[in-house]
């Protein structure tokens, strides 16, 4: 019982508001609320300044949460430990992605070669990804940051060419394939800011001196294709994520286009383990320029580098 008001204290912490930390723990705002109220009144204490719906730590708050993340990953170095203990007819891989599309297709080949094994597959942005994979949340994390981290090892899973998605009756649609100079007189359709899809498209278009005709943010690519489809503007976006539909049109960069990354993320201290390990045999890179054939040759130089450095 400790044990889960404690995490719930933690993720409220962590979250920085009751609402977010329901949302990970997959739990009711009023039982994480209660869980805070409940480990408060057990020990006479406050643990947050409440200032509206602002929670700020105590002092106490503060003293307490790396006690607490210490737990956390005890936790999970104890869950990981079961999970792997056992053959690979039995288990359940936890993979953490910002999207589908990258990491489906090796998805798909582990499931074909271990069919008995559960697969569960959390979507959040790059950051939440990062975070739960070094709380041990899940086992495996697909990021479009490029992050240095002594603790991780970083695979490059995709390397996509960047397209350009317009209206179906615009007049670019015509064209077998666009400049970005031709962005100047577009509505650019943009991704919040923190976007890698976002930066690159900025860095793209400043280093070719364009300045859309106009531009406007929408919080998520489904939307963008929806307000492309109703003439709303155009947006650029990875090949591998343009939509297939009517409605629109997918215009290829004839030269200089942008390119998107997208990385595999797994900790070092894991790469032995048997889920991990069975992974990464099944991984299925999606390189523009690298052939599918290069997987085997991208996984024995991550472990040879990890041999390497242990030496």
């Known amino acids: 019982m400790l044990g889960d008001l404690l995490m719930s204290f933690f993720e409220v912490a962590r979250q920085g508001s009751v609402t977010a930390a329901a949302k990970q723990l997959r739990l009711s705002q009023p039982t994480v609320t209660g869980r805070i109220r409940q480990l408060e009144e057990m020990y006479g204490v ?28 005890q936790e999970g170095d104890v869950d990981f430990l079961l999970r792997n203990a056992g053959d690979l007819r039995t288990g359940n891989l936890r993979v953490g992605a910002t999207g589908p599309y990258y990491i489906l297709p090796s998805v ?16 959040g942005n790059s950051q939440q990804m990062l975070e739960a994979l070094s709380e041990v949340r899940i086992d495996l994390a697909v990021s479009s940051h490029a992050v240095d981290d002594e603790r991780l090892h970083r695979i490059t899973l995709a390397e996509d060419a960047m397209v350009l998605v317009v209206p179906a009756d615009d007049p670019l649609a015509r064209h077998s394939h666009v400049g970005l100079c031709d962005i100047a007189g577009c509505q650019l359709l943009m991704r919040e800011p923190g976007s890698i899809t976002r930066r690159v498209t900025e860095e793209a278009l400043a280093a070719a001196s364009v300045e859309p005709a106009g531009m406007s943010i929408i919080g998520s690519r489904e939307a963008i294709y ?9 947006s650029i976006v990875p090949a591998r994520e343009a939509p297939r539909r009517p409605d ?9 286009a942008p390119v998107i990354h997208e990385y595999l993320y797994f900790l070092k201290e894991r790469k ?3 889920l ?25 130089k991550v472990m040879a580098m990890d041999t390497a450095a242990t030496r």
């Open 272 to 274: 032995d383990a048997r």
């Open 276 to 300: 991990v390990r069975a992974f990464l045999d099944c991984l299925t890179p999606l390189h523009t320029h690298a052939p599918k054939k290069k997987a085997d040759a991208l996984i024995a």
């Open 108 to 123: 798909a080949a582990f499931r074909t070669r271990h069919p008995t094994i559960e697969i569960t597959i959390e979507f």
């Open 226 to 234: 929806e307000a492309i489809s109703l003439g709303l503007g155009c």
């Open 46 to 73: 406050e643990l947050f300044h409440r200032r509206g719906s602002r929670l700020d730590l105590s002092d106490l708050g503060v003293s307490l949460m790396p006690i607490v993340e210490r737990l956390a990953q």
């Open 248 to 256: 629109v049109r997918v215009l290829p960069f004839a030269e200089h």
